[in-house]
Nanobody, 119 residues
């Protein structure tokens, strides 16, 4: 069992930057793949970025590619999402996800943090 807590959201102007953090507790975080998802009002939750358990591989959804960077520090049990060149359409609640290497895989979620980008 792993518990996730996001922070770092807020209100930012278009073109600005925000860094989200997600701190994990309760289990050895280094065995979990991790990622970020987001959900805008009236829309389904969508995947944003993912990072392998050791941080060697990263993946991004097309809308954020080149603007967002996912990283992790397993010594601090933390995964980050650096968001640059923000657009109003990036406005959403951002959720941290950890996937356990079980069969079938088991997902854990944080409570989310709001990011609002004003035009």
């Amino acid at each position: 069992q792993v518990y996730l807590a996001e922070s770092g959201g807020g209100l930012v102007q278009a073109g600005g930057s925000v860094r989200l953090s997600c701190v994990a507790s309760g289990a050895a975080f280094s065995i979990y793949h991790a990622g970020w998802w987001r959900q805008a009002p009236g829309k389904e939750r969508e995947w944003v970025a993912a990072i392998s358990k050791e941080g060697g591989a990263t993946y991004y959804a097309d809308p954020v590619k080149g603007r967002f960077t996912i990283s992790r520090d397993n010594a601090k049990n933390t995964v980050y999402l650096q968001m640059n060149s923000l657009k109003p359409e990036d406005t959403a609640v951002y959720f941290c996800n950890a996937r356990a290497p079980t069969v079938p895989p088991r997902d854990y979620w944080g409570q989310g943090t709001q990011v609002t980008v004003s035009s």
